[in-house]
């Protein structure tokens, strides 16, 4: 089936069940689905933008308001939407950091991270992670005690995950801040894994920065995210331009330079819109999505030789797992080789897995229904089962 032309219809959440990592905390809703038809064409949400002209002052529709909504929300002071969680890095990097600056990041930090202090010309120094694959106060003190000899000076800035994207586990995000503060350090929380599908305050965590991403965990088309932050750093980090043509004398009003005069436009922040009463909703319902998630965790460690490399028990549904000593054993003699495993999945309607993967990878269960979480339970130990592993009981 084909949309136009050579563009084929995506239909992998119609006829499969997802479980793709970084895929069903994106989904649309029904509502995100008609916004998205609504508001398709380009410069659609500014129908009514006026002086000062800027897309967040926009009321009609209500994007000055959803602005407002999200910075209560994630309880900081001020919010801006962006083209997704990175363009959020890179704009607290442009705000705080100067050429030279170290800057704080850590073993499990995502390459948008690293390449947003790299944007600044920062210097990258990453905190390690301990045997269980967390990142700890401890280390990030060492770390900090570190840079500042080495450098000689602080760092500008500590990007800290709330959940990692490798693991996802959870960190000491009060504790890593409370060290950071110490010295004077800004903390950047990152949330993309977390801001919109649990609960997240930036205040009670103790942070100066929260990042989300919309179309990760938000229910919301790509590109988009959120960056939030204290009144403290607001206007750094909002800064308005200053600039004026040599020749016309032209300034450009109230224009915000990290946010290049405007935030989100268009189709995106319409979707992003039109999900968030859905999206408040259903953090609510975290430990429910926990449940479903312990559902498949426990089929899978039925499965001998299937090792969980995350935390256990698992306390998000993003979860990395090593079937080294399971289906991998199976596929060195399959005649698909590990190709058999996706295969087999996508018969019984399960996509996401990438293929060829039996060695060592990640899932996310995020959004499925009970009933879903059964019967994906049932289709790994089915597979197991047909190729000869042991299933205990």
Known sequence: MRCAGDIEARQVDETAIN???????GRLTADAMKAVIAYGDGYSVCDNCRKPFRLDYIKKPPIADFHADLASWVEMDACRVVPGARRGFQ??????????????????????????????????????????????????????????????????????????YQFGNHHDIKGIAKVAHSYDIPVLYNGAYTVGILPVSGRDLGVDFVIGSGHKSMAAPAPSGLVATTAEYAERIFATTAVKGDQTGRTFGIKEIAMMGCTLMGVTVMGMMASFPHVKERVLAWDEELAKSRVIIDALLAIEGTKILSDMPREHTLTRIDTRESFDRVAETHKKRGFFFTSALGKRGIAGVIPGATKIWKFNTYGMTKAQAEYTAGAFLDIATENGLTVND
């Open 19 to 25: 479980i793709d990592p970084i895929q069903v905390g």
């Open 91 to 164: 704009a607290v990097c442009q705000g705080l950091v100067q050429k030279g600056d170290p800057v704080i990041l850590t073993a499990l930090s995502h390459y948008t991270e690293f390449i947003a202090a790299e944007s600044v010309g920062a210097v990258p120094r990453e905190i390690p992670k301990d045997e269980k694959n967390h990142i700890t106060p401890d280390a990030a003190a060492e770390t900090i005690e570190r840079v500042i000899k080495t450098e000689g000076k602080a760092p500008a800035l500590l990007f800290v995950e709330g959940v990692d």
